[in-house]
């Protein structure tokens, strides 16, 4: 019970952050009900049947028609083969197949795909990007609360982060928002360790356990299935340990 109230704080502000985005994403929770869906099914009027079939129907984004025509159709690939009993390796839709799995952009393995296998698409795709989002925010106040922030502004940090311009503008395309989610964690786990040297000063420090939560992290972020936002997080994250561990040097020599 102290431990709780110990972390209270930190408990509600994390509760904070993945309810926020729960709420700012609610109309499409629940498509069968208020008949909204995140999935711009409105772009499919571009091509034959439907342009004929929907001759009302004006597109509102053509940018956002790869989810339509790649992301769901993926995701329904592997609900098919998986619910034939075996794994999707391979594509057979396009002319003569093609690999499927090993090309990665699907985002198969990554753990909250899911919620695309066990639930109908259209609000598979909403949930995965609430909690993604509210995901994104907790990170970031883990870094925060890392960096010795108090609760309040780390919360701050959170929801700036996971209400910025690119994660808002990215809630469409799962693997962009899957992959920069984890940066902040990754992040963290550098700065930890490098905090806890600075406290042992020349002393040696193994920190084999947090080098295998960070690589636990690498892997997640790697399955989501970005190749670019991975690179790029891994630019971030190099930058980072190497000022990180300049700075940490400094003050053992001091």
């Known amino acids: 019970m102290h431990r709780i109230r110990r972390y209270r704080s930190d408990l509600l502000a994390l509760l904070a952050l993945f309810l926020l985005p729960l709420l700012w994403f609610l109309p499409v929770l629940f498509p069968s009900l208020t008949g909204l869906s ?3 099914f409105d772009n499919l009027a571009r091509f034959e049947p439907w342009h004929n079939l929907l001759p009302g129907v004006v597109p509102h984004n053509n940018l956002l028609s790869d989810l339509i025509l790649e992301n769901v159709v993926w995701k329904q690939h592997i609900r098919q083969t998986l619910a034939d009993g075996q794994l999707p390796l391979w594509n057979p839709q ?3 197949g093609l690999p499927f799995l090993a090309a990665g952009q699907a985002s198969t393995f990554y753990p909250l795909s899911i919620l695309f296998y066990l639930f109908p698409l259209e609000a598979a795709y909403s949930w995965f990007t609430a909690l993604q989002i509210g995901l994104a925010g907790a990170n970031m106040y883990l870094l925060g609360r890392v960096l010795r922030l ?3 502004a ?3 940090a959170g929801v700036v982060f996971m209400f910025s311009g690119f ?3 990215s809630v469409v395309f799962t693997m962009f928002i899957a992959a920069a989610a984890w940066l902040p964690l990754l992040l963290a786990i550098i700065e930890f360790v490098v905090q806890k040297q600075e406290e042992k000063g020349p002393v040696s420090f193994r920190p084999i356990p ?3 939560v960070g690589a636990i992290v690498i892997g997640v972020m790697i399955l989501a299935g970005h190749p670019e936002l ?3 997080t891994a630019l971030v994250a190099t930058a980072f340990s190497l000022t990180r561990l300049a700075m940490a040097w400094r003050r053992i020599r001091a």
């Open 38 to 40: 995140l999935l711009p």
């Open 230 to 232: 991975i690179y790029y």
């Open 154 to 156: 780390a919360l701050f």
């Open 94 to 96: 396009i002319f003569t």
């Open 210 to 212: 947090y080098v295998v």
């Open 150 to 152: 108090r609760p309040l």
């Open 167 to 169: 994660l808002i503008v």
